[in-house]
Nanobody
C-alpha cells in the first residue's frame, strides 16, 4: 500500500514537500513515480526514481523546480517542489512498478496510493 502526504495550499513561488510511504512491501526493485491530475485533465507523469536512487526522471514542466529522492531505510520517496506555479495545482499521486524504467507513464505503474491535493494560489 502506498500513501502520499504533504499536500496543502501554497502561494505562487513557494515550496512544498510531498512524501510517499509504503506499507506491506519495500521499494527494493521498484521504480516509484509521481503523477498529478488537475481538474478536468488527464493524469500525467511528473517524476520517477529507481530504488537505488541513482536514476531519476522529470517531466519538462517541472524540470529544475522539482526534486525526487528516496530513503530506503524509511521506505519513503519524497518530491520537493520549489518555485510552484498555479498550473502545478493538482492531486498528486505516487505509484510503483516492478519495471526498471526511467519514465512516468500511467499505464506502466501497477500500484497506486491515494492522492494528496496541492493548491498553488495567492
Amino acid at each position: 500500500q502506498l500513501q502520499a502526504s504533504g499536500g496543502g495550499l501554497v502561494q505562487p513561488g513557494g515550496s512544498l514537500g510531498l512524501s510517499c510511504a509504503a506499507s506491506g512491501f519495500t521499494f527494493d526493485d521498484y521504480t516509484i513515480g509521481w503523477f498529478r491530475q488537475a481538474p478536468g485533465k488527464e493524469r500525467e507523469g511528473v517524476s520517477c526514481i529507481g530504488s537505488s536512487g541513482g536514476s531519476t526522471y522529470y517531466a519538462d514542466s517541472v524540470k529544475g523546480r522539482f526534486t525526487v529522492s528516496i530513503d530506503n531505510a524509511k521506505n519513503t520517496v519524497y518530491l520537493q517542489m520549489n518555485s510552484l506555479k498555479p498550473e502545478d495545482t493538482a492531486v498528486y499521486y505516487c505509484a510503483a512498478t516492478p519495471l526498471r524504467i526511467h519514465i512516468a507513464v500511467v499505464d506502466l505503474y501497477d500500484y497506486w496510493g491515494q492522492g494528496t491535493l496541492v493548491t498553488v494560489s495567492s
